[in-house]
């Protein structure tokens, strides 16, 4: 079977029972500053999740672009990836439980004709405040599930909220326990390095996890407490590429449709057939998992950079010159032919434009490679990394070219400290999200909308908007206009905004079609990736506004909460777009 009938399979079977096909969100969320990427098609939905009424209904379904970067480490082996399609299908209050796991059972069964005994399944033990789950348990079994195939798991497995267990779940943040859904390939012989007994959720290849039924009907509590949402809701998610695996019952990911144009072109630039190569395949994997990656990151408007998601893709490419350059010893990446012979949910730009991209950045670093191997036995290792962005294997070969050797724990320890920090940095990022946005950040985000009309209204109607930061001490906002402000007009766009402040205007939130919206003028920059239902923000009278626009929010409700807002400082981003810091005093 092939991705695409997969993905139509799921999604025609969750449509025949009731379910609306929505279009999934965008890979990257430009004017959401709170998160870098979408990385689970709940991510959208949380709103309705905790009882707002969706458009299109209680019953949804659809597949999502996504992107987890926390794994990176991981790709090469034959199962992880970056970029993901996750399935998904919701219930915002409708069905639970006793629909939820036969419907699953059924579409993996019949519709993919899965053999019953390789499919294994795991649910939430109980925890204090929540108990175990026996009712999944219960429906499991009646489905014919033997009770040696049943296996009960703690939070750190068997609890999906988006930041991990309840005891991690920030006030507001919602979840609950999951049941799960592994495939079991027989072929894979335990390997005891990863324990003395195998289970689901062992690490050693055996088992591979399909689908993830979580009962979201939790909320975090302000006592640090889990409280009932006011409705049982159904999320659940299952990787296409993971399932077409599964499908294969070959446990090689790479081995599927997905990845086959890109490990094709990585065999023409390496003349060795994958599978085939004595170095072995990971560099293979990450190659191809990396420019797939690239591909929809760079698709998705994307450009590598120093910070956010233009770090993630710099690394990516990085990787990708290096995993080369260790296949073949040279660091020409391999040209993907037929990009448009498979259907993402995501649209593709052409080959020829994603490879200006990705040929520039590896150029350069093929350049930083050079420049740093000169610096090797002059800076440390992890100096190395940092800055160069040198992999540690990359460092390790070099070093030991020039006879030194790399004190690994050292390294490690640097590198942990380095992951520690990055984490927390997304988890902030995350944990801002559509759940949990500071106080002092929702007011940052309207003073973006003032501050976006009051440079239009002063510079003019060229202006705009071309990204947008926001943390809990400044906003950045960058816009398309020539030249560097005037300090004369730097006080014009300030005083506006202010101004509008005392005006002490409204804030209203209106859900409206797309269209109607852009009719009414609300300022849209990438109009393509909003829904056709969209949310639009309107500062002022709604029948005289000062400003409007389409945006996912939250915002303050009056404008006078801001209390004043100052422009520090303005630079250059890059030719034609300019970037101004402000804060709030
Ligand atoms: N949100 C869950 C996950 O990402 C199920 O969709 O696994």
Redesign the pocket.
């Known amino acids: 079977m092939t991705s695409n009938e997969v993905r139509k399979k799921y999604i025609d079977f969750f449509v025949k029972r009731g379910h609306v096909e929505i279009p999934p969100a965008p890979l990257v969320l430009e004017n959401d500053p709170t998160t870098l990427f979408t ?4 991510q959208p939905l949380v709103p309705y999740l905790m009882g707002e009424p969706h458009p299109k209904g209680k019953r949804l379904v659809n597949s999502q672009p996504s992107i987890r970067v926390q794994d990176i480490e991981e790709v090469g082996d034959n199962r992880h990836m970056t970029f993901f399609e ?1 399935l ?1 299908n919701w219930s915002l209050g409708d069905y639970f439980k006793a629909e939820q796991l036969p419907w699953i059972w059924e579409f993996l069964t019949k519709e993919l004709v899965l053999p019953k005994d390789r499919l294994w399944v795991s649910i939430f033990e109980g925890s204090k405040e929540v108990p175990r789950d026996e009712e999944s348990a219960n429906i499991w079994k009646k489905l014919g599930v033997p009770e040696s195939k049943i296996f009960y798991y703690p939070a750190e497995k068997n609890w ?1 909220s988006r930041s991990g267990t309840p005891e991690e779940m920030p006030t507001g943040e919602i979840g609950g326990p ?1 049941s799960e859904v592994f495939y079991e390939f027989a072929q894979v012989k335990h390997d005891l390095r990863f324990g003395d007994k195998c289970h689901p959720n062992c690490d050693c290849g055996r088992f591979l996890e399909i689908a ?3 009962f979201i009907q939790y909320r975090k509590g302000k006592d640090g407490k889990l409280e009932d949402l006011p409705q049982k809701n159904v ?3 299952g990787g296409l590429e993971r399932i077409v695996t599964a499908v294969n019952n070959d446990p090689d990911n790479f081995n599927i449709d997905l990845f086959q144009g890109f490990i094709k072109e990585v065999e023409k630039v390496s003349d060795i057939p994958y599978g085939k190569n004595p170095g072995g395949d990971r560099s293979y994997r990450i190659v191809a998992d990396h420019l797939r990656a690239s591909v929809m990151l760079i698709s998705s408007g994307v450009l590598p950079s120093n910070k956010g998601q233009g770090y993630v893709l710099r690394r990516l490419v990085r990787r990708c010159v290096f995993h080369i350059s260790k296949i073949k010893g040279s660091t020409k990446l391999p040209v993907i032919r037929n990009l448009d012979k498979f259907e993402y949910p995501l649209k593709l730009k052409s080959w020829s434009e994603i490879s200006s991209v990705i040929d520039d950045e590896a150029n350069k670093f093929s350049k930083t490679i050079d420049r740093g191997l000169r610096l090797v036995g002059k800076i440390s290792p992890f100096g190395l990394f940092q800055t160069y962005g040198f992999p540690l294997e990359l460092i390790e070969e070099a070093l030991a070219e020039k006879g030194q050797k790399v004190d690994k724990n050292v390294f490690k320890k640097e590198f942990e400290k380095h992951q520690e920090r990055s984490r927390t940095a997304s988890k902030g990022m995350f944990k801002g999200g559509l759940g949990g946005h500071s106080e002092t950040e929702i007011k940052y985000h309207t003073a973006t909308h003032l501050l976006h009309q009051a440079l239009r209204n002063v510079l003019g109607e060229h202006i705009h908007q071309a990204g947008s930061n926001i943390t809990a001490e400044r906003l950045r906002f960058d816009f398309t206009h020539p030249s560097k402000l005037t300090d004369e007009e730097i006080e014009k766009v300030e005083g506006e905004i202010n101004k509008k402040i005392d005006e002490n205007l409204k804030v209203t939130r209106e859900k409206m079609p797309k269209e109607k919206a852009l009719k009414e003028g609300a300022l849209a920059f990438f109009p393509e990736r909003y829904p056709d239902i969209t949310s639009v923000y309107t500062i002022g009278p709604l029948d005289n506004s000062y400003s409007k626009e389409l945006c996912g929010g939250p915002h303050v409700a009056y404008t006078r909460e801001l209390g004043r807002v100052k422009i520090e400082r303005q630079e250059s981003v890059a030719q034609g777009v300019r970037r101004i810091y402000a804060v709030l005093e």
């Not at 990385?39 to 709940?42: C, D, K, L, V």
Request: glycine residues 22%.
């Open positions: 990385s689970s098609g709940m996750m998904g999906w999951d993830n039924s979580v999320d659940f998610g």
